[in-house]
Nanobody, 117 residues
């Protein structure tokens, strides 16, 4: 079974940067959209950013102008460049691929991002 593998999380001071990556362990056909979600302690998982197969992006208001999502279709990989990080960006970040006509969801195991003040 194909899995999504995230990397790039860690501990960073406020104002710093991190780059997350998420790659599929195998081939996934017809990926429609790649997303990054995050879940802060005690809060629900929220959509941070998404990118379609055509390159259209969308961002949560809280990260606009600071985060950039990109994808490499040939490698089935999605990236999240996070700049000007704030303590409220702390949480577990999950990647999500949605593929095919039935919008099958694939999820990564999550990577911890901690921003200290």
């Amino acid at each position: 079974q194909v899995q999504l593998v995230e990397s790039g999380g860690g501990l960073v001071q406020a104002g710093g940067s991190l780059r997350l990556s998420c790659a599929a362990s195998g081939t996934i056909f017809n990926i429609n959209v790649m997303n990054w979600y995050r879940q802060a302690p005690g809060k629900q998982r929220e959509l941070v950013a998404g990118i379609t197969s055509g390159g259209t992006t969308n961002y949560a208001d809280s990260v606009k102008g600071r985060f950039t999502i990109s994808r490499d279709n040939a490698k089935n990989t999605v990236y999240l460049q996070m700049n000007s990080l704030k303590p409220e960006d702390t949480g577990v970040y999950y990647c999500n691929f949605r593929a095919g006509l039935r919008s099958i969801n694939y999820w990564g195991q999550g990577t911890q991002v901690t921003v200290s003040s």
